[in-house]
C-alpha cells in the first residue's frame, strides 16, 4: 500500500467501505483500482539478501568463554561462604553442594592436566 497513489488509495477506501463482506481482499481490490498496477510490481526487482560470511575461526573462543564464567562461579562460592548460614542448612542440602563441588573440583583437575600435558 505504500507504493499507491493518493487516489489510488483513495478508490481503494472506497472500494472497502463499500464491501458487504467482513474483510476485503487486497490483491482483487488493487487489482480492479488500476490495469497500471501490475506492470509497475512486475518491474520491481527484489534484491536476496546476501550470504552471511562466517567469522574466522578464533582457536580460543572457548578457552576464553570458560575464562570468563570461571569469576561468576568463584563470586557465586565467595557469596554463599558470607551469606549462608552453614550450621543451619539441612544436611542433604550440604551433601548436594559437596557432590556438585567435588564433581567441579575433578572437572578442573581434569582440565589443569590437559592444559600440562598439551604443553
Not at 548436594?96 to 581434569?110: G, I, R, S
Amino acid at each position: 500500500m505504500a507504493e499507491l497513489e493518493p487516489e489510488e488509495l483513495k478508490a481503494l477506501s472506497k472500494k472497502i467501505g463499500n464491501n458487504p463482506y467482513a474483510f476485503a481482499r487486497y490483491s482483487e481490490s488493487r487489482r480492479s483500482l488500476s490495469p497500471n498496477l501490475q506492470s509497475k510490481t512486475s518491474v520491481q526487482v527484489v534484491e536476496q539478501p546476501g550470504i552471511k560470511t562466517m567469522p574466522v575461526y578464533d582457536p580460543d573462543a572457548e578457552v576464553a568463554g570458560l575464562t570468563l564464567t570461571i569469576p561468576s562461579w568463584m563470586s557465586s562460592i565467595d557469596r554463599t561462604k558470607s551469606m549462608a548460614h552453614l550450621g543451619s542448612i539441612s544436611p542433604a542440602a550440604k551433601e548436594n553442594l559437596c557432590v556438585a563441588l567435588t564433581a567441579l573440583e575433578k572437572k578442573v583437575q581434569e582440565m589443569l592436566t590437559a592444559i600440562k600435558e598439551d604443553s
